[in-house]
């Protein structure tokens, strides 16, 4: 029977990022499983790409922040090239929603990242397109922007292999078990030992817990479209992503054209899920009633995944409290490609400081009755 020190199951950016962070700590025995033939088939592969550093809770910001420094200056020895276009973020606020936004300015600030309040005619300048909407004012982050996300999934997964991480794809988890010093995990009919067990499976992570015998997480696999518009000539590429987070709409430059989001959220089991062409005319009113320059805009194309969110919020980071050798790193919510790299960080910390271990805001145990 294979032994390894660290099995990783999932080869999204939750582990991947593990992945990376604990063979650049020296770590050299682990093994990585993917369930698809490729990696990046669910979310880390169908999210907008969008980096996002404002949040309003301080211990995520943390993280957005940390994440974002990483993916704006990658390390000397990266692998490949990630393309990383750096047009800030702008985000519209009418009422309450407003006010959240200048809290959640402010809450940025004091932890490090710059942004500014702007009125609604100085975010009308910037996006001309914006000049119909009507909002109260507007948060600007220049330090966000749009990247590449395949180009870094594979630098994590090329970087992890290039310091002794094994990757295998098609390979699916049958059962879990405790064994002598660790557990035993069936893949494909064969049987591995791990000291540790990290569950990076996205969607399928209460799927993995059960397995192990682990209790179930108040996590929630939910359903999101993205759409794109045919080229669109008077589209300035040099735009931001424009996010409503008062009536949850979103666009950013996409090509020649635009990508296009209505905020959708429908829990759904784990899996491929299917594209609701409802989501289409929930896109269209939106964009009627508070993007009213944007409604002649047609869509060429959309698809949907899986965003993984927990009851509270945060991220489930940690050893769970009733199987022992068994890591949490779940529930990243819309924000794991920003946040990976200070995931990966914070989840290889806590697993070479050993069980007991925990990060107090994100820990499983949080959950306990």
């Not at 100085?122 to 009507?134: G, N, S, W």
């Not at 946040?339 to 069980?355: E, N, W």
């Amino acid at each position: 029977m294979k032994s390894y020190e660290f099995v990783i199951i999932g080869a999204g950016f939750a582990g991947a990022a593990t992945a990376y962070h604990l063979s650049r700590r020296g770590v050299a025995d682990i093994l990585l499983l993917e369930q698809e033939a490729l990696p990046g088939f669910h979310s880390s592969g169908r999210n907008a790409a969008m980096i996002r550093q404002c949040v309003p809770d301080r211990y995520l910001l943390a993280l957005t922040r940390d994440g974002s420094r990483f993916l704006r200056k990658l390390p000397h020895d990266w692998p490949e090239p990630v393309q990383f276009k750096q047009n800030g973020s702008l985000l519209l606020g009418s009422g309450e929603g407003w006010a959240k936004l200048q809290r959640d300015a402010k809450l940025g600030r004091s932890l490090g990242v710059e942004m500014d309040l702007w009125t609604p005619e100085q975010a009308k300048r910037h996006v001309p397109v914006l000049k119909e909407a009507e909002f109260d004012g507007a948060a600007w982050c220049g330090t966000d922007g749009v990247l590449d996300i395949h180009a870094l999934l594979s630098g994590y997964l090329k970087a992890a292999s290039a310091r002794g991480t094994r990757i295998r794809y098609a390979s699916v988890v049958q059962s879990i078990g405790a064994a002598e010093d660790g557990l035993t995990v069936v893949v494909n009919g064969e049987s591995i030992r791990a000291r540790v067990v990290i569950n990076a499976s996205g969607a399928w992570a209460n799927t993995i817990a059960k397995l192990a015998g682990a209790a179930e997480l108040p996590l929630r696999p939910c359903r999101r479209h993205l759409f794109v518009s045919p080229p669109l000539a008077w589209v300035d590429r040099s735009w931001p992503f424009v996010w409503d987070v008062t009536h949850d709409i979103y666009f950013r430059p996409e090509g020649e054209g635009l990508l296009l989001c209505a905020c959708d959220q429908t829990e759904l089991a784990p899996g491929d899920p299917p594209v609701d062409e409802m989501v289409k005319e929930l896109l269209a009113e939106k964009i009627a009633r508070h993007l009213p320059a944007l409604s002649g805009v047609s869509i060429s194309r959309g698809w949907a995944g899986l965003r993984t969110l927990s009851s509270d919020g945060r991220f489930v980071i940690g050893w769970d409290g009733k199987v022992k050798g068994l890591f949490w790193v779940a529930g990243l919510g819309g924000h794991g490609v920003t946040t990976s790299s200070a995931v990966g960080a914070l989840a290889a910390d806590l697993l070479l400081a050993g069980p007991g271990n925990q990060s107090e805001a994100f820990s499983p145990e949080r959950f306990a009755a």
